[in-house]
């Protein structure tokens, strides 16, 4: 069936280190990908989308790597900072007849150490 | 305006209860989406709406139903919920199937 998921559920990292976050989707039929940081009892915050027409795309500090040969994406967050602190989610979106179906992956806890 | 605004922010309500969630948006996106996430798990998707018709209900029980009163608005109406169905209620809203823009949430719980 359609799923996302993550390879670490948890990640800890030095301030000031790169931090790398991996996703894996199995839906080829999927056309767009979402990061997301979640923080406690806030909504899911948008970092980054990448199309599945391109495999690369830089933001500020952030890259998306998008590997659609072994269905696999990333997030790469530069010089990381306490405030990187969060969950964050891959999402792949499905374009259905019936409508856009958004799912999220089970998420990566990222604790920043000072 | 780039927000989805969702009220109340908390609600407590027994089992016999009827209560609804209010999800507001400005920008123009004609899908509306509603997602349920319990603690330490991933959002779920419930029900999504285009423009302003129900179009993806993914089997959600008959004591949820959702409302698109306009193109802005979208309600989840609450009855007979169990305490399992405590849990962060989040809408988002979004052009297609790029910009999605989530809520802060509602955080529910059942009593």
Redesign the interface.
Known sequence: GESVGLHLPTLSVQEGDNSIINCAYSNSASDYFIWYKQESGKGPQFIIDIRSNMDKRQGQRVTVLLNKTVKHLSLQIAATQPGDSAVYFCAENVNKAAGNKLTFGGGTRVLVKP | DTE?T?TPKHLVMGMTNKKSLKCEQHMGHR?M?WYKQKA??????MF?Y?YEKL??NESVPSRFSPECPNSSLLNLHLHALQPEDSALY?C?S?L???G??????T?LTVV
């Open positions: 989805v969702q899908a989406y330490k798990k991933p959002p779920e998707l999504v285009s179009s993806i989040l988002a979004s297609e199937r790029h999605y823009t989530f809520g802060s949430g955080r």
